[in-house]
């Protein structure tokens, strides 16, 4: 166990070419800070310089993300701070410094779920891998708490927490910014003076964002279409890329020709497509994308990213998807097909959100086929946070976690997959022998019980062992990928399923049973000899016939045997016990994975099997920091990318404005967008009133995007309040009303609004359309004040 944790904790403080270079940690930079130097916004406004749209070198593209990474840490870092005195917050019960990593320290807090320490408080405080904390004497009430002398500052960071099957509940491994000295109690080993581990944030994404701008470790991961992107110039460079990696062998000169006839022509044409064979000459029906309902402009772009798979080796295509026009209906259909033709692909997206939406739509596309013999689940994994995915019952078929709950069933040595096989074999092959010893230990303990028949142990003793079998095949047959073992074992599976259930009806209703003609039969040998048996077929329409029972039951024994010591021999599924190795064996061997662009981090440390991951599809793309989606971009095998999303959108969030100055937000799709890179466009959307998309389609799409059936018919266009003012859309001036601080000095709010919001949510309520509605605002103190105001009013009517 120790050992487990020590690797756990060498694991977090970075990679090993990390460690021997020496570079500093994220974590490490923070540590060294002052409180001066987290709220001075000028720390780093000489060190940080706008990122250029084009690159010169991969050491060039990557250190220019570090110092407005760097600054915007910093912004994080404040901005927590400011709020400190409503942080949540936990007490440490013991702390030790056993730990052989300097200023590590081994750390036991309260059970959040049971402290009233927090009173008032919108959440208690659970300490999470990679959060960073202030160890306070004090409840947090204010900042000056930790400026009162210069040892009471000191933050720490969890480098396992109790989360992991490496530790116990409510226990952590933390490392701290400088020493921590506190006194104990002899007995109880519990500290004398309260201390507080106040929540600041947590720094998984910044992290990785930083291990995956280090140039070493980025050289040992995938460099192939990390270069096309960082030297990615205009439409004509890329073109070239394209070459250069797709016909390395041929004169770059023949590249050129086509294109200067082409400029001379004056088409007005994208020169990429000069590289890529066009995808009309591409066989539809191979794709089968037609079947998915999409519509023109749909279809026409997932046809032109798998046309780009099969004709490059390395490529990077993006689809436009202004609101409403089907992305997720495009990438589920996408996915799909890239499941069908088994090409290992990993889908993401930058939030939680995101990524469980297009889990369940590739997932209800599974089962309106009514399980394809093309796709298996099994091959289709969705890993991240549980809590901030808030997975279903639906999508635990598919959540990595649950299914390694499920997994570890079939694996345990004593009670697993092989026990359930060889038991079940034993019983159908040596049932006499196995009732005699059942007799002969009833006699010898000289139990006055009543002693069942044969036929009543064999009933009782198939039906125990059949239960187990029953839901391990079905565990194994449903959650393991298809590269897990041959097609020809899932098979078998199956076979033993429905052999199952034959042996059973047999027993149970058979006249057989009840003539004590049980006995002889399973005295016979397995071996039974029927030539008009050649398949499995064969033998259900034999159990249909009109055959003596006597033989359907020996027939059934001996099929269901051979099948069960077959897969006993050949299943060959590893030893393995433990959830992180579980994971693993999934990871490397599933088809299609689905997980945030920051947790696909975990996929750079997992050895795949067979083929590697190859295509990349990223949902929301415009609103992905370019430099997070380096993360996933520089997982090895990944040669070919697909972008989703949409620049005028809103874009990722960055607090610095030192950092925002200099486009630390700006997303890869953004990037190449205005490069001239050439994008598909979804041009039909279904979701906004034509009165509402007018003024967007005008302004950011050319006029584009066309309105869908549904938006245009007379449904669409309901009017929910009488008066002339309200239609699809208003824009209603609220006079004299003024923004005021909420009692915490942070968020604004106008109460003038609230009130005029509440009036028209009442009279909503009070119209012919119930529904639900939705109320956005930007600062979080009018939402909470309207929560308010509301309900009380509710409550005095």
């Not at 009173?119 to 300490?127: D, F, I, K, L, N």
């Not at 000056?144 to 210069?150: I, M, P």
């Amino acid at each position: 166990m120790r050992k487990m944790i020590i690797d756990s904790v060498s694991d977090s403080e970075g990679s090993v070419s990390e460690q021997k270079s020496k570079r500093t940690s994220l974590v490490g930079l923070i540590f060294s800070w002052s409180l001066n130097d987290v709220f001075n916004n000028n720390l780093f406004k000489d060190k940080v310089r706008k990122i250029p749209k084009t690159f010169t070198s991969l050491e060039d593209y990557l250190s220019s993300y570090t110092f407005p990474l760097i600054e915007e840490t910093r912004a994080d870092m404040c901005s927590a701070l400011e709020s400190f005195a409503h942080a949540p917050f936990v007490q440490v019960i013991s702390m030790e410094d056993s730990m052989p990593i300097k200023l590590t320290y081994r750390v036991v807090v309260a059970d959040s779920t049971q402290s009233t320490s927090n009173p008032g408080r919108a959440e208690t405080y659970t300490p999470k891998d990679a959060d960073i904390f202030v160890l306070s004497e004090f409840k947090p009430k204010h900042l000056s708490e930790l400026t009162r002398n210069q040892s009471s500052y000191v933050i720490a960071s969890v480098l396992s927490a109790g989360e992991n099957d490496t530790l116990p509940p409510n226990h952590m491994i933390i490392k701290a910014s400088r020493s921590v000295v506190v006194e104990k109690d002899r007995e109880t080993k519990r500290l004398k003076k309260p201390l507080f581990a106040v929540f600041l944030m947590n720094m998984t994404t910044s992290t990785r964002i930083w291990k995956s701008l280090h140039l070493e470790s980025t050289l040992e991961r995938n460099t192939s279409i990390i270069e096309m992107v960082f030297r990615y110039r205009s439409a004509v460079w890329f073109s070239f890329l394209a070459y250069r990696y797709n016909n390395t062998s041929k004169n770059i000169q023949q590249f050129f020709t086509p294109i200067k006839k082409m400029d001379a022509g004056g088409r007005n044409k994208s020169s990429s497509s000069v590289v890529r064979r066009s995808f009309e000459d591409f066989a539809i029906a191979d794709t089968d994308l037609h079947n998915f309902g999409l519509n023109e402009s749909q279809l026409n772009a997932a046809q032109a990213c798998i046309s780009s798979r099969q004709n490059r080796d390395v490529s990077i295509n993006l689809i436009w998807g202004p609101p409403g026009t089907g992305k997720t209906k495009t990438i589920s259909a996408l996915l799909w097909t890239m499941l069908a033709k088994k090409c290992r692909t990993l889908a993401c997206a930058p939030t939680n959100t995101a990524v469980v939406e297009v889990a369940s739509r590739l997932l209800r596309q599974f089962r309106e086929s009514s399980g394809s013999r093309s796709c298996r689940v099994g091959d289709m994994v969705l890993f991240g946070n549980k809590d901030r995915m808030k997975i279903n019952d639906d999508l635990s078929d598919v959540f990595l976690e649950r299914r390694v709950q499920r997994l570890l069933t079939c694996f345990v040595p004593l009670t697993g997959w092989k026990h359930c096989l060889d038991s079940m074999a034993d019983l159908l092959e040596n049932a006499v022998s196995q009732y005699q010893r059942y007799l002969t230990a009833k006699e010898d303990k000289k139990e006055q019980t009543i002693k069942m028949t044969f036929t009543e142990y064999v009933v009782s003793m198939y039906n125990r062992r059949a239960t187990n079998l029953r839901e391990c095949i079905n565990i194994l047959s449903a959650d393991l990928p298809t590269a897990s073992t041959s097609l020809e074992n899932f098979k078998h599976m199956n076979q033993v399923l429905e052999l199952l259930k034959i042996i059973r009806r047999r027993l149970l209703y058979s006249e057989d049973t009840d003539k004590g003609k049980l006995e002889v039969i399973f005295e016979c040998t397995t071996e039974v000899e029927c030539p008009s048996i050649v398949s499995f077929t064969d033998l259900l329409c034999f159990m249909e016939g009109n055959q003596e029972s006597t033989l359907k039951l020996q027939v059934a024994r001996c099929f269901c045997l051979q099948k069960l010591k077959f897969l006993s021999k050949n299943l060959n599924l590893p030893n393995i016990y433990d959830r992180r190795s579980i994971e693993d064996f999934i990871l490397q061997r599933a088809n299609t994975v689905l997980c945030t662009a920051c947790s696909s981090f975990r996929l750079q440390n997992v050895k795949m099997e067979g083929d590697p991951l190859e295509l990349l599809v990223v949902d929301e793309a415009g609103q992905l920091k370019e430099c997070e989606s380096l993360i996933p971009l520089q997982i090895k095998g990944i040669k070919h990318a697909i972008f989703i999303g949409d620049e005028y959108q809103l874009p990722a969030l960055v607090k610095s404005e030192i950092s925002d100055k200099a486009d630390f937000g700006r997303s890869l799709f953004e990037r190449l967008s205005s490069l001239g890179h050439e994008k598909q466009l979804l041009s039909v959307q279904y979701r906004m009133h034509p009165s509402i998309s007018k003024f967007p389609n005008s302004n950011f799409y050319n006029s584009k995007i066309s309105d869908g059936p549904n938006v245009l018919s007379k449904e669409y266009d309901r009017k929910y309040l009488p008066d002339q003012m309200y239609g699809a859309y208003s824009f209603i001036n609220i006079e004299h009303g003024k923004e005021g601080k909420d009692k915490y000095g942070r968020s604004l709010k106008n109460m003038i609004e609230v009130a005029v919001v509440v009036q028209i949510l009442k009279k909503l309520f009070k119209g012919a359309f119930p529904a639900v509605y939705c109320i956005f605002h930007k600062h979080r103190g009018i939402n909470i004040q309207f929560s308010d105001i509301y309900h009380a009013s509710l409550s005095n009517q």
